[in-house]
């Protein structure tokens, strides 16, 4: 059983930089497992915001940036906004599986 | 304007069967892979199924392997999952999604399906 592993939950101050991490339990995270990252608001639909390990889509904001870091997929935010408060979910690719796989998600909160 | 409206959640027994369906507006439906994806009350997204732009390709998460069939019919714009033998565990809001991890992702607004006695 596949495992991906997000922080559960990541408190920032308005203005700081946060980084959340995606890990696999099958070892170092790749572009291989073409990672993405989405954002879900409470009582929204999941909208995503980077595919691809660091690809961003047009509606991305400047502050969000995607990458690879020790082994794991990571998203960085850089002067967080109080709207960025919500959870973050990244995305997997299992290419022998042909599936995919999202982690448990993490609760970031704006303080 | 991009949209995608599923349909055809509810209350089903266990054991039971479902069908849902996601119709497509305002892009070329038949050009895209389409996903579902759910998420059971207060927990986590989980990966479902995705079929290929022509329907030739599926695949499945373990999890409802052989019980769920992902579908499609381009000359309607509609995605569907058919989904037998529903456990208590298959309780969620099913989101259908264009691209989902391509550059024109997009996602609908998800149906309910609550599997109970």
């Known amino acids: 059983q596949t495992v991906v592993t997000q922080e559960p939950s990541l408190t920032v101050s308005p203005g700081g930089t946060v980084t959340l991490t995606c890990a696999s339990s099958?070892?170092?995270?790749?572009?291989?497992?073409?990672p993405n990252w989405f954002q879900q608001k409470p009582g929204q639909a999941p909208r995503a915001l980077i595919y691809?390990?660091?690809n961003k889509h047009s509606w991305t904001p400047a502050r969000f940036s995607g990458s690879l870091l020790g082994g794991k997929a990571a998203l960085t935010l850089s002067g967080v906004q109080p709207e960025d408060e919500a959870e973050y979910y990244c995305?997997?690719?299992?290419?022998?599986?042909?599936?995919?796989?999202f982690g448990g998600g993490t609760k970031l909160t704006v303080l | 304007e991009v949209q995608l409206v599923e349909s055809g959640g509810g209350l089903v027994q266990p054991g039971g069967s479902l069908r849902l369906s996601c119709a497509a507006s305002?892009?070329?439906?038949?050009?895209?892979?389409m996903h579902w994806v759910r998420q059971a009350p207060g927990k986590g997204l989980v990966w479902v199924s995705r079929?290929?732009?022509?329907?030739?390709?599926?695949n499945y998460a373990d999890s409802v392997k052989g019980r769920f069939t992902i579908s499609r019919d381009n000359a309607k714009n509609t995605l569907y999952l058919q989904m037998n033998g529903l456990r208590a565990g298959d309780t969620a809001v099913y989101y259908c999604?264009?691209?989902?991890?391509?550059?024109?992702?997009?996602w609908g607004q998800g149906t309910l399906v609550t599997v109970s006695s």
């Open positions: 099958t070892g170092a995270v790749t572009s291989g497992y073409f």
């Open positions: 079929i290929n732009s022509d329907g030739s390709t599926t």
């Open positions: 691809s390990t660091n």
């Open positions: 999604a264009r691209d989902l991890v391509g550059p024109t992702s997009y």
């Open positions: 305002g892009f070329t439906f038949s050009n895209y892979w």
């Open positions: 995305l997997l690719y299992y290419g022998a599986a042909q599936a995919w796989v």
